[in-house]
C-alpha cells in the first residue's frame, strides 16, 4: 500500500513563495514517477508538474512554467514543489500523485496514488 501525504499548503500574499512536500510512504520513493495536479473552487482538476523517478526529466504546465520547480530527494521519500512569483489564479488544492514507473504523465488517469491535498491560497 503506497500512501502520499502533502504538506507545506497556506496563505500567502501575491508575489510570495510557498514549497510544498510530498511524502511517499509504504513503498520507496525512487519506484515512482510523482506528479502534483491543482483543483480551483467550480474547476476541474489540472495538471501542474511532475517528475520521473530518477528526477532528470521534469515537466510543468504552461501556467506555472518559470515560477515552480519540481525536485525530489529519495533518500527522504520526499518530493517537492517550490512555488514563486503566486498569483491569485494559483489558489487551489493541490494534490500529489504516484506511480511505479521509468516515465511520466500529465493525465491525472494515470496516477494510481493520489494524496489527501493541501490548501493553497493567495491574496491580491
Known amino acids: 500500500q503506497v500512501q502520499l501525504v502533502e504538506s507545506g499548503g497556506g496563505l500567502v500574499q501575491a508575489g510570495g513563495s510557498l514549497r510544498l512536500s510530498c511524502v511517499v510512504a509504504?513503498?520507496?520513493?525512487?519506484?515512482?514517477?510523482v506528479g502534483w495536479f491543482r483543483q480551483a473552487p467550480g474547476k476541474e482538476r489540472e495538471f501542474v508538474s511532475a517528475i520521473n523517478w530518477i528526477g532528470d526529466r521534469t515537466y510543468y504546465a504552461d501556467s506555472v512554467k518559470g515560477r515552480f520547480t519540481i525536485s525530489r530527494d529519495n533518500a527522504k521519500n520526499t518530493v517537492y514543489l517550490q512555488m514563486n512569483s503566486l498569483n491569485p489564479e494559483d489558489t487551489a488544492v493541490y494534490h500529489c500523485a504516484a506511480r511505479g514507473s521509468t516515465t511520466w504523465g500529465t493525465d491525472q488517469s494515470w496516477y494510481p496514488y493520489w494524496g489527501q491535498g493541501t490548501q493553497v491560497t493567495v491574496s491580491s
Open positions: 509504504g513503498r520507496p520513493c525512487k519506484m515512482y514517477a
